[in-house]
T-cell receptor, first 111, second 110 residues
């Protein structure tokens, strides 16, 4: 089946730093999504990308849909304590409607 | 909008017992998905419905798992009999354009 390789697995950063994480796949996806999950909660949609090359921002978050349709990145600028959590990339493709998830990036912010 | 509603939030049961998880999707969403999250395997799609009809159940791990969607506002995921390896967080999500997740049910089978 389809798989997404998400990196890094975890990040330890100082408050105010910028963050970058990415996902790659051997398969083409038609839609890329980025979610954030807080402890004890379900994933919350941050950004959705629908076209190859698309660059979309949501506040301090910016994500891009790779030209090859096999990768995507998420950047967070000027991190703040509430950015702590697990970030997941997810893709839709191959004629399926369900999401294929990456393994997540655990973001830890040191004040 | 209340979002996707799941119940119970936590379930602890003994091996061999039947477990039923419930989901109420967001009104107007025509797709409903069930996912399972574990430390080892991450988030995995189990089954999904479109207009109450099961479309793809290839992610359902075994015949012990079954899911139903009797109407547009309700779905169940049943495990019978339950086993310790079924312990996980089970999420329901619904979709009109993009998927929105419920808070999950944390299942512990002892």
């Amino acid at each position: 089946g389809q798989q997404l390789n998400q990196s890094p697995q975890s990040m330890f950063i100082q408050e105010g730093e910028d963050v970058s994480m990415n996902c790659t796949s051997s398969s083409i996806f038609n839609t890329w999504l980025w979610y954030k999950q807080d402890p004890g909660e379900g994933p919350v949609l941050l950004i959705a990308l629908y076209k190859a090359g698309e660059l979309t921002s949501n506040g301090r978050l910016t994500a891009q849909f790779g030209i090859t349709r096999k990768d995507s990145f998420l950047n967070i600028s000027a991190s703040i304590p509430s950015d702590v959590g697990i970030y997941f990339c997810a893709g839709v493709g191959g004629g399926a409607d369900g999401l294929t998830f990456g393994k997540g990036t655990h973001l830890i912010i040191q004040p | 909008d209340a979002g996707v509603i799941q119940s119970p939030r936590h379930e602890v049961t003994e091996m061999g017992q039947e477990v039923t998880l419930r989901c109420k999707p967001i009104s107007g969403h025509d797709y409903l998905f069930w996912y399972r999250q574990t430390m080892m395997r991450g988030l995995e799609l189990l089954i999904y419905f479109n207009n109450n009809v099961p479309i793809d159940d290839s992610g359902m791990p075994e015949d012990r798992f079954s899911a139903k969607m009797p109407n547009a506002s309700f779905s169940t995921l049943k495990i019978q009999p339950s086993e310790p390896r079924d312990s996980a967080v089970y999420f329901c999500a619904s979709r009109e354009n993009e998927q929105y997740f419920g808070p999950g049910t944390r299942l512990t089978v002892t």
